[in-house]
């Protein structure tokens, strides 16, 4: 049979046409209500119009003989593609990151992540110096870039200092500052629906505004000649086709207007497409968020995890170092889930109890690493089983029936979760560059629900469900192909974790 990836907008084409004319009866149903509510239900000539057999195993079938085409992106559709991500946050000290902040980092990682698995070139600025931010992003699991110097600022400062030539008056300026510089003219020119602040009317131009131009700068012009193999042999590839995305809080955004306008007014070949990602405040239950930094939050989480474990196996485990990183997965994936579940564009409101880092809870990332877990737990058992004989070894795909994938739960996990995996990764990459105005809108929260909603449905189906049954002949057939549909909500899960920066755990 053939193995090419089986879509979910082509399967209900092919569902819709050979229904007839007319509009369209089959949608694909994203409520969870809903899904759990009814069947999925189709007329034996519609199935048969996508299916040989006009089966609900050939779907198994064709699907889970292909378990990698599902559990990776669709192909690279960007290739060749360049944005510039910018994250204003790390030029803090990790104690002065606030909680808005710490936000903005995690998108940013996360978006960068999810673009460069559809082939897009990213660059990620600014370039960590501070070696205390370097080890707290490492803490984090978020991947960005290190440097050791500042870009050059100098030709920018020549620019800078022709303008402010008539503006300054004669005056004596502050240690630093070189003068201001009037942006209502460009805030015009924009017009309203640009989105720019109507406010915006003097910069006051600094040394280290001109020192952020300058590696903005840098970035965009100078590009890592291994960053892209559509990029070999070109250092120099200029603003053309670049995109610059602005990754800020609310709390800065006018600020990062105004360094927007003000790349514009000095270099003369600035991108001419920058978009600003703005992501919402964060506000912890109880109390003001700003009562809390970013190293406090995760330390309070870690504080939290490594009580739970405690009281689930005994003793204090956080001086076990076979615990050590697994604590700081689980306080990472509880951070992330928190942080990235809720669009960034939206207000998101923290809860410090500890049922957010409980594994009965089923919308915490330790309720999804919890369910990772099981799952690594599983095959081991079965490979543990095998060497000592009371299992053969797994079966050629091809020889498996997978009519005996009979059960609801396991059509759920199918449908719901590995057969839409590849169009859900496109979308989280999506960057709608073409669009009016200042600012731009993600869905990273998407890879985070899904990964809880394939969780929750895992869970239920494991806990009702024996997998690995007696070690009779006659009833290994159901649990090889019921092995090799958990094999794929594996290589779901794992990639959608990959996505977050979060390794799979083999226990907890």
């Known amino acids: 049979m053939a193995t090419r990836r089986l879509g979910v907008g082509e399967t209900l084409g092919a569902l819709n046409a050979a229904l007839g004319p007319g509009g369209p009866v089959w949608i694909k149903e994203t409520r969870t209500r809903h899904l759990r509510s009814r069947d999925f239900l189709a007329p034996h000539r519609a199935l048969q119009a996508r299916f040989d057999d006009g089966q609900r195993s050939a779907v198994f079938e064709r699907v889970l003989s292909a378990v990698a085409a599902y559990a990776t992106p669709a192909s690279p559709a960007s290739l060749g593609q360049r944005v510039l991500l910018h994250c204003p946050a790390l030029r ?103 989105g720019y602040d109507p406010n915006l009317d003097n910069c006051l131009v600094t040394e280290d505004l001109l020192s952020v131009l300058a590696e903005l700068q840098e970035a965009l012009w100078h590009w890592p000649k291994d960053s892209h193999p559509g990029l070999a042999g070109a250092s120099d590839t200029g603003t053309g086709g670049c995109l610059v995305v602005h990754v800020v809080s609310c709390e800065e955004e006018f600020q990062q207007q105004k360094l927007d306008l003000l790349w514009q007014k000095l270099v003369d070949k600035a991108p001419l497409r920058q978009k600003h990602l703005i992501c919402g405040p964060v506000k912890v239950a109880g109390a003001p968020g700003t009562l809390m930094t970013a190293p406090e939050y995760y330390e309070f989480r870690h504080a939290q995890v490594c009580k739970a474990s405690a009281l689930k196996h005994g003793g204090d485990l956080a001086q076990d170092p076979a615990w050590t990183e697994i604590f700081g997965v689980l306080s990472v994936a509880t951070i992330k889930f928190e942080m990235l579940s809720t669009a960034p564009q939206s207000q998101l409101f923290l809860a410090l109890a500890d049922s957010s880092i409980s594994t009965k809870g089923t919308k915490s990332g330790t309720f999804v690493m919890y369910n ?78 899904f990964l809880v909603q394939l969780s929750m449905d895992f869970s239920s189906y494991y806990n009702r469900v024996h997998i690995l049954g007696e070690p009779r002949p006659h009833l290994f057939g159901q649990m090889f192909v019921r092995l090799q549909l958990l094999r794929a909500v594996r290589e779901v899960l794992h990639t959608g974790l990959a996505m977050l920066g979060l390794p799979p755990l083999s226990h907890i």
């Open 92 to 194: 803090s000290s990790p104690c002065a990151l606030r909680l808005s902040q710490l936000r903005t980092v995690l998108v940013a990682d996360h978006l960068a992540r999810a673009l460069r698995a559809h082939g897009v070139c990213v660059r990620l600025v600014p370039a960590v110096r501070d070696p205390h931010m370097l080890t707290f992003l490492q803490q984090l699991r978020v991947d960005w870039p290190a440097a050791s110097e500042r870009a050059s600022s100098h030709t920018l400062r020549s620019h800078a200092l022709e303008e402010l030539t008539s503006a300054n008056d004669g005056r004596t300026l502050s240690p630093g500052i070189l003068g201001r510089l009037c942006l209502k003219e460009l805030v015009e020119e924009q017009g309203r629906t640009a």
């Open 372 to 449: 990772c877990a099981r799952l690594a737990t599983l095959f081991e058992s079965y490979k543990c089983s095998m060497e000592q004989g009371l299992y053969p070894t797994f079966p050629p795909v091809s020889s498996l029936d997978f009519s005996l994938l009979h059960d609801e739960g396991e059509w759920l996990l199918l449908f719901n979760s590995i057969l839409p995996f590849p169009d859900l990764l496109s979308r989280t990459a999506v960057l709608d560059c073409t669009a009016p105005g200042l600012h731009i809108a993600v869905r990273t929260e998407m890879i985070c629900k």
